[in-house]
């Protein structure tokens, strides 16, 4: 066979190409307007069989990140077994480490918080209702340096106490001034804070009736304490009073919709004292002036129904991962200053491990600017995305 004069077949794409007026740079553009098109996006697998074995599939789905005081990230997984994990930015470090494991069939979901004295406080609940359940538990944890040329080392995880008997912990947030975390229980819905200096757990009233409240906290610069009851309306517990008061102020949804929406996620910018967040009814992203009381819709960023992660960045942005369960997660950015909202793409990485990214549950922003996104699939990654170099505040 002549092979030199031989007519080899065409890929369809090619031959439209090859038309006249066909636009030959097409597939750059889906490349670049499907995927993050904006800074970098990089993960880490949860595990460096050098140092620790990863975390094995239905056990590493991310569901909590906080970030202490010397710039290490860590995370907690849910799934058959419950983790602990600690990720080191510095260039000495740069891997994944699995500290422990917390509990079988358990959840920590956004409920790990970092205290100025460098310890970490978690709380756990059930995955599944079971029978018998004593209740989710306050744990503890402190450690050192984690990796070096001489290997790794870390504490001991200790589980605490269990706030409300027979109920989980639904979110934590922390008062770092005061020394005091807050929590609420994912039953009856009961207030709980924990004093660190004094380790003691006190309960305050539920938030509402079960089921009605939202499962997410959060606290300002002025140690006030914000969350949402029956369709999303905001409630704050102030810490000089000790009392829990009603808004009557609802989160954003759409018209008809309000029975539905609760709070899916909280972030604060302490620098403007304003508070971010989405509900769960229709993913629409709002900002709330604690002090004048003012709610303002800032729109819909992605096509889906959830926002499922929420922070903000060093340069005052908003960095957020729209996407419902069993979907394809995109990432977006909302910039106060110019009031430009807008969906960045799809999270796609090439470096460490090529991987897509479908489902996130939460987000935290490193001590250098980066943002730090948690994976919460079967088999997840945490994924660090670096924004475009400008100016931070």
Known sequence: MDLEHRTWPVAPQQEAQD??????????????????????????????????????????????LTCDRRGRIFGATSGKRSHLF?????????????IGTIGEETA??????????????????????????AGGQLFHYQGGDYASEFGYGHGTIELATIPVPGEGIAALTIDPVRGVVYGLSDGSGTLFTCDLAQREVKLKSPVDHPGQFSWALIADREGKVWGARRYGELFCYDPESDAVTNLKVPIPSVAGREYYNKVDVFAYDAKSHLIYGSGTADGLLFCFDPTAKKMISLGKPVTQPRIRALTVGADGKVYGIGGDTDGMGHLFVYDPQSRDLRD????????????????????????????????????????IYFPPVGETR
């Open 19 to 64: 038309k006249p007026g066909f636009p030959r740079d097409v597939g750059w553009r889906y490349d670049h307007s499907t995927f993050v098109r904006e800074g970098h996006l990089e993960n880490r697998t949860l595990g460096n069989m050098a140092l620790t074995r990863p975390i094995a599939a239905g056990e590493c789905a991310i569901t909590a």
């Open 86 to 98: 600690v990720y080191h930015p510095g260039p000495g470090a740069d891997v994944v480490i699995d």
């Open 108 to 133: 920590v979901h956004r409920a790990l918080v970092a205290t100025p004295d460098g310890h970490i406080i978690g709380g756990t609940r059930s995955l599944e209702p079971r029978e018998g359940y």
């Open 344 to 383: 960045l793409g799809i999270p796609y990485a090439m470096v460490q491990n090529p991987w897509h990214g479908y489902e996130f549950e939460c987000a935290i922003t490193g001590r250098w600017g980066e943002i730090y996104l948690g994976e919460s699939d079967r088999i997840s990654h945490l994924f």
